[in-house]
């Protein structure tokens, strides 16, 4: 409905324009047309709207002078003054050979870099006397005391180590022992500096991080296999992104990625470290993993962030701007400007990035196609025909349209789809997966977020699967 509304506004404005630049030169048009017989009009067209057509000149219904439309604009495409294409603004850009740039774009959760997360546990039974870790979160530095631990097998270890040094005997021996039993450098030279056992072991961090487990309690009887807490350092945190299986072929080590919160806005740069190389049974997606440096803590586990993927693609294709191609249902197609004809043309394409889209079939290099005004020449002469033809050329399925619910799990405005984690639809023996199902009209993406549950039926076109309508559930 919305898309209706400001296409009526568009054209309203259009009309206007072309009306008064008609009417203030409608006399030499006139007069320039009667002076060829080929340029005699087939009919009148309304400037405002190319249904209301007459067999000879008068009025529109809002009072302006319909425009002539000649043989020349309904075999090809249309005829447009250097005149008229100056004052409505009609650009072109060739069509050329680039390396393109896919951009994808997904949603990345934050999680522990789990190459500094390290479980404490004791080498040997026993009972812990004091803990100084009181709550999950707390902060620590490396090397500091977080415990100490009573055990009488590690006590005999000690003893060990002192009744070599009394002998000077297996000194070395026994003293890498107790370093593999756990012992501190420090707790070791203390030992050998008095020749004494100390009754309780200290537990000492490994690394500087965070309690993010915490199982230990004062006076709990220990094994080996107990963990005791968990402490992770969050300096360094891992962004693992959702890839859609029709996104993976574009993914590769190395690729770029900008990420965004979406709360503050601040950005975040790094490169894909790791592909995984199994695929979510459920969700049908596969992680890509990047390391994002967090020395001020900004990012914390459980995050969520845009992700913008940039995949550089090897081989030079033939592309044209995003703006110059008119998608239909079963048909997509471009202007093409030879002198002042513009053709319309079928155009079959394949990827895109924000600016560039490549085209498979249709075109040749240096081809001009049109990247602005494309309403505007569509309201200055009747294109009906020309559309016709090139739609009645494709074999034209009935659209079978499919219901489900699901999960908006990300939105892109830019692109104007929706991914959508689905329930499993039986009609199509699919099971759930998440899916990209783009919107004819793009002002609908207004209406919904991120998390929102959702109603909509779909139906499969040329360019994927489109919604024919949704709703919000309640």
Not at 209 to 238: C, H, R, Y
Not at 321 to 340: G, H, T, W
């Amino acid at each position: 409905m919305m898309k209706k509304i400001v296409k009526t506004i568009l054209l309203i404005v259009i009309g206007v324009f072309l009306g008064i630049y008609i009417t203030n030169n409608f006399d030499s048009f006139d007069k320039k047309s009667a002076s060829s017989s080929n340029k005699k009009p087939i009919y009148w067209v309304a400037p405002m709207d190319p249904n209301y057509k007459r067999d000879k000149p008068g009025k529109s219904p809002m009072g302006m002078d319909l425009v002539p439309v000649y043989k020349e604009n309904t075999q090809e495409g249309i005829s447009v003054s250097s005149q008229v294409q100056q004052n409505i603004g009609v650009q072109t850009e060739l069509a050329e050979y680039r390396k393109l740039n896919i951009e994808v774009s997904g949603l990345g959760e934050i999680s522990s870099n789990e190459n500094l997360v390290k479980h404490i546990h004791s080498y040997e039974d026993g009972w812990i006397e004091k803990l100084m870790i009181t709550e999950l979160g707390q902060s620590v530095s490396k090397n500091q005391i977080i415990g100490y631990l009573y055990s009488p097998k590690l006590n005999e270890a000690q003893q060990e180590l002192v009744y070599a040094i009394k002998t000077k005997k297996y000194v070395e021996q026994t003293q890498a022992k107790l370093s593999a039993l756990g012992f501190s450098k420090e707790q070791i030279n203390r030992i050998k500096s008095t020749k004494k056992v100390e009754k309780l072991i200290e537990i000492r961090s490994p690394l500087k991080g965070f309690i993010t487990e915490l199982k230990a309690e004062e006076g709990m009887f220990i094994t080996p296999q107990d963990n005791l807490m968990t402490i992770t350092n969050l300096e360094s945190v891992w962004l693992n992104i959702e890839i859609l299986p029709f996104d993976l072929k574009y993914i590769s080590l190395g690729n770029r990625v900008q990420a965004t919160d979406v709360y503050t806005n601040q950005k975040f740069d790094g490169n894909i470290s790791f592909i995984s190389p199994y695929s979510d049974p459920i969700k049908r997606t596969t992680i890509a993993r990047v390391v994002l440096n967090n020395p001020n803590y900004v990012l914390k586990p459980n995050f969520l962030l845009d992700v913008k993927i940039i995949s550089q693609k090897k081989m030079k294709s033939l592309t044209i701007p995003l703006s110059s191609v008119i998608r239909l249902e079963n048909v997509n197609y471009v202007f093409v400007k030879e002198k002042n004809q513009f053709i319309p043309k079928e155009v079959l394409l394949g990827d895109e990035n924000s600016k560039y889209i490549e085209v498979l079939k249709g075109l040749n290099k240096k081809d001009k196609v049109v990247t602005s005004s494309l309403f505007l020449i569509d309201s200055a002469s009747d294109l009906t025909a020309s559309l016709k033809r090139l739609s009645s050329e494709k074999k034209v399925e009935q659209k079978q349209v499919t219901e489900t619910v699901g999960v908006i799990k990300n939105i892109n405005k830019e692109k104007g789809f929706l991914v959508i984690r689905h329930e499993a639809i039986k009609s199509l023996n699919w099971p759930p997966m998440t899916m990209r199902f783009y919107l004819s009209n793009i002002s609908k993406l207004e209406q919904f977020k991120k998390g929102d549950d959702i109603n909509f039926s779909f139906y499969k076109t040329s360019n994927g699967y489109t919604i024919d309508k949704i709703t919000l559930l309640k």
